[in-house]
C-alpha cells in the first residue's frame, strides 16, 4: 500500500491567497485526521472524519479554515485567506476497522510557509 | 481538558545505553496509549502500543504503563544513533478516536 500521500509537499505563498492541501487515506481506512504541527504548539488536531463525514471540528482554529471529505479517498483542507501565523506543517492521518481504531498512520505532510 | 505531558528533554545518551523516555496524562479514563518516532523534517511514526498495566517488550523497546498513576513510559535498550530522534506520547479519550499528543522529547544517542 502506498500510505498516506500528501500534496503539496511543501507550500509557499503570500498573505491573503487561498491555500488548499490535499490528502488521500488509506484505501479501507474509515477515518481521516488532520493535524498541525508548529514548534510552539506541538501536533494539534484540527478535525476528523468518519465516513466522509465531519465528526469534530472543534480544533479549527477559525473560520479562515475549512475542510471537506467528498469521498473515501480524497480530502481537503483550504485555509481562506492565508496569513503569516498559518505557517506550520500540516499532517494528515487515517486510521482503519478491524484494528483499534485510535492507532493513526500519517502522511508525510503538507510544509506551509506564508509570506 | 486532556492533557498529555512529556519530560521536555533534549535527553541525551551515549550509544549502547538505556534510553528512558515518560509521559503523564490527565484523562482517567484513557484505555490505550501510543508512541510515536518522529525524525527530523519526517512525519511521527507508530511505534509501540500499549492497552494493559505493565510491560509490553518490541525489540529493543520496551513500553511500561501504570494506570493508576497515570504515566507511561518508553526504554529503548541499547541505544543507536539511529534512533536520535523527537518522541511523542498520544492518548486517545473515552470513546473517541481523537488523539492528544504530548509536545514530545528530543532524544540524542552520542557515538
Known amino acids: 500500500d502506498a500510505g498516506v500521500i500528501q500534496s503539496p509537499r511543501h507550500e509557499v505563498t503570500e498573505m491573503g491567497q487561498e491555500v488548499t492541501l490535499r490528502c488521500k487515506p488509506i484505501?479501507?481506512?474509515?477515518?481521516l485526521f488532520w493535524y498541525r504541527q508548529t514548534m510552539m504548539r506541538g501536533l494539534e488536531l484540527l478535525i476528523y472524519f468518519n465516513n466522509n463525514v465531519p465528526i469534530d471540528d472543534s480544533g479549527m482554529p477559525e473560520d479562515r479554515f475549512s475542510a471537506k471529505m467528498p469521498n473515501a479517498s480524497f480530502s481537503t483542507l483550504k485555509i481562506q485567506p492565508s496569513e503569516p501565523r498559518d505557517s506550520a506543517v500540516y499532517f494528515c492521518a487515517s486510521s482503519f476497522p478491524g484494528q483499534p481504531r485510535d492507532e493513526q498512520y500519517f502522511g508525510p505532510g503538507t510544509r506551509l510557509t506564508v509570506t | 481538558q486532556k492533557e498529555v505531558e512529556q519530560n521536555s528533554g533534549p535527553l541525551s545518551v551515549p550509544e549502547g545505553a538505556i534510553a528512558s523516555l515518560n509521559c503523564t496524562y490527565s484523562d482517567r479514563v484513557s484505555q490505550s496509549f501510543f508512541w510515536y518516532r518522529q525524525y527530523s523534517g519526517k512525519s511521527p511514526e507508530l511505534i509501540m502500543s500499549i492497552y494493559s498495566n505493565g510491560d509490553k517488550e518490541d525489540g529493543r523497546f520496551t513500553a511500561q504503563l501504570n494506570k493508576a498513576s497515570q504515566y507511561v513510559s518508553l526504554l529503548i535498550r541499547d541505544s543507536q544513533p539511529s534512533d536520535s530522534a523527537t518522541y511523542l506520547c498520544a492518548v486517545p479519550g473515552a470513546g473517541s478516536y481523537q488523539l492528544t499528543f504530548g509536545k514530545g522529547t528530543k532524544l540524542s544517542v552520542i557515538p
Open positions: 484505501s479501507g481506512h474509515d477515518y
